[in-house]
């Protein structure tokens, strides 16, 4: 059974900088790729980041690359978020999600598992 955990959220001025985490638990190894998602309220669930566990690679939505860095410790199996140089329009709740399928690493329907969430908001 599968379980993600996230953690980190809380409040903070805009220009402040937050890091999410998200404890991985219930599988032998983290999945091929896991990612981190957002939604606010009356808005659909956006990709912001996605790390690959075979070369690392990332991936960032346009919205926080620059600002936002997706990592992952193997050995703890914890996926992080540093997000910096927060704007208000980041306020939303954030998701890790793991279980990969295959296709685009920012798109939720490629995920299998996803954790409750974790509140950010920026004022």
């Known amino acids: 059974h599968v379980q993600l955990v996230e953690s980190g959220g809380g409040s903070v001025q805009a220009g402040g900088s937050l890091r999410l985490s998200c404890a991985a638990s219930?599988?032998?190894?983290?999945?091929?790729?896991m990612g981190w998602f957002r939604q606010a309220p009356g808005k659909e669930r956006e990709g912001v980041a996605a790390?690959?566990?075979?070369?690392?690679?990332?991936d960032y939505s346009d919205s926080v690359k620059g600002r936002f860095t997706i990592s992952h410790d193997n050995a703890k199996r914890t996926l992080y978020l540093q997000m910096n140089s927060l704007k208000p329009e980041d306020s939303a709740m954030y998701y890790c999600?793991?279980?990969?399928?295959?296709?685009?690493?920012?798109?939720?329907?490629?995920?299998?598992?996803w954790g409750q969430g974790t509140q950010v908001t920026v004022s």
């Open positions: 219930g599988y032998g190894h983290i999945t091929k790729c």
């Open positions: 999600a793991a279980g990969f399928r295959g296709g685009q690493t920012r798109l939720d329907g490629n995920y299998n598992y």
């Open positions: 790390i690959c566990r075979i070369g690392g690679g990332t």
